[in-house]
């Protein structure tokens, strides 16, 4: 009996730990735009970053550019990882389904609840982007079969992979175990076969999900829900009287177009200061920006009336893409 009973905590503490952390939090009061805070870890010896990522509901890469001095597959036993589970929510109506691309994250306010879940997310790769735009959910499936579009079976079929027109339910299928499509004619958001991939852009387009994320969100998510899809890699918002900025590598084909472009971010800014007469500190700006961390930063805040000289003439210039305090390198 004792025997049974061991085996059966020795399970149940099993499950729990190897379970996800889910991100869900309060919603900030009007005006209020951060959530969570920034936690850590301690690595265990046989623990990955990519591990580590998916106990906490985070995608690899936020976690790798939020911890860019720890090896991402070999941390190190007794390695403090820093979780970047602190989030400023993306602009815009806080309703329905908000995901922001650069940010490979998706945002979720259940309706008539004060709160938001979020969980990170896989998107389309170079050449397959996923589109930016409204839309919604349209038509739910448990146990999905895949009809793999003629573009993606000639690509498998060009490097000897060939497809066949339709994919059962089972280990094979990317799908995963469950489906929500899109009134984007093609676009869905799914579960995967290759959860490693969740956090990168690894997809022919379609939004995956951990396996155990879009279970919860199949549940939850009824068909007609709101999907808005954004590419926002510079966000700023407040939090009990001070501005913060949270800044994501661009997609690479914004990089391609724009190269380092900031003005994103200073419109963030400008946006998230409304008739504010606080200046931010935009040395404190240029350097989260340039980092890239994806964790919010507290841009320090000042009164108007005690900001120096030096910062009284423009500091950017949108046109041109400068900096042009007398302390800061041109960009």
């Known amino acids: 009996m004792q025997k049974h009973l061991s085996h059966a905590l020795f399970g149940l503490i099993l499950l729990i730990s190897s379970s996800s952390f889910a991100l869900t939090f309060p919603l900030p009061p009007e005006g209020e735009a ?3 805070e920034v936690r850590h870890v301690i690595a265990k010896y046989e623990d990955t ?4 990522a998916r106990l906490n509901d985070l995608g690899f890469i936020e976690i790798t550019e939020a911890n860019p001095e720890v090896d991402a597959w070999l941390p190190g036993e007794g390695t403090s990882v820093t ?7 993306p602009p815009g109506p806080r309703e329905g389904v908000v995901i922001n691309l650069a940010e490979l994250r998706l ?8 709160q938001v879940i979020t969980h990170p997310l896989g998107i389309g ?3 397959w982007s996923t589109p930016t735009g409204k839309a919604q ?9 895949w009809r ?29 175990e469950y489906a929500l499509y899109l009134s984007m004619p093609g676009y869905l958001l799914h579960g995967t076969n290759k959860p490693y991939g969740v956090g990168m852009r690894v997809s022919h387009g379609c939004i995956r999900l951990y396996p155990e994320d879009i279970e919860s969100l199949y549940a939850e998510l009824p068909t007609g829900t709101p999907i808005q899809i954004i590419n926002a890699p510079y966000k700023a918002g407040w939090s009990q009287g001070r501005l ?16 380092k472009n900031y003005t994103p971010m200073i419109r963030a800014i400008v946006a998230a200061l409304g008739d504010s007469t606080l200046k931010p500190d935009w040395q404190a700006v240029k350097q989260a920006t340039a980092l890239q961390k994806g964790i919010p930063v507290a841009v320090v805040a000042q009164p108007e009336s005690t900001q120096k000289i030096a910062l009284e003439k423009p500091l950017f210039s949108p046109q041109r893409n400068l900096w042009l305090s007398d302390d800061m390198d041109s960009q």
Do not use: C, M, W
Request: hydrophobic fraction near 30%.
């Open 34 to 36: 951060l959530v969570g």
């Open 244 to 259: 913060y900025v949270e800044a994501h590598t661009p997609l690479s084909e914004q990089l391609e177009e724009d190269g």
């Open 125 to 127: 790769r170079e050449g």
């Open 107 to 114: 945002y979720y306010y259940p309706k008539g609840k004060n």
């Open 137 to 145: 959910i349209i038509d739910k499936r448990h146990l999905p079969s």
């Open 148 to 176: 793999p579009p003629l573009s993606i079976r000639q690509e498998h079929e060009a490097n000897g992979d060939p497809l066949p027109l339709v994919v059962e339910p089972g280990p094979d299928n990317p799908l995963g």
């Open 49 to 52: 970053l990519s591990d580590i």
């Open 83 to 89: 979780l970047p589970t602190r989030f400023i929510l």
